[in-house]
């Protein structure tokens, strides 16, 4: 897994009037959690761009001061109208400790069931995951080749060394579905071969 690096400076005083005045500063407040004590620490917002804005999971080292932090990133707190980044609350990864993440899913392949005239419907764009950190990969790629028309790959059948996955094995993670032209060709090809008997 990757690592993105964040430098930030301890929180002095904590709370909204506190929070209302780094934010006008284009700060953002943040809180790392999980560790032995709850750090409050403050960024400028520019250090969280490429961090927030991609599919992808990233462990990530926060230089708080000159004491650096491993942690994930957990929830992020957007304004409802601006889209300005409020918040942010992080994850302190301990070596011996799981944790559990939201692990990206990526589909790849041409499915066979797409030359048929079938369309590839993905169902989970993450997967929730449960692990060490050295284990986590960026994201979970999974191979659709061999999914046939009204196939599909459900939870019970992605298997990442290392990883617990906690969602339900039941549920598709991805389904070719049968589109109209499809199903117009089967009938076509039902009939034809109906005609031919």
Known sequence: MKTFQI????????????SKHLRASDLVPCVIYGGEQVIHFQAHENEFRKLIYTPKVYQTEIDIDGKVYNAFMQALQFHPVT???????????????????????????YAKGIQQGGRLKSNLRTLKAKGFSKDFPDEIIIDVTDLGLSESIRVGDVKVPGIEILNAKSVPVATVVVTRAARAAMADTSAASGKKK
Not at 84 to 106: A, M
């Open 83 to 109: 889209d300005k980044l409020l918040h942010i609350d992080f994850l302190e990864i301990r070596e011996n400790v799981p944790v559990k993440l939201e692990i990206p899913v990526r589909l790849d392949g």
């Open 7 to 18: 430098k930030g400076t301890a929180r002095q005083s904590v709370g909204k009037k506190d």
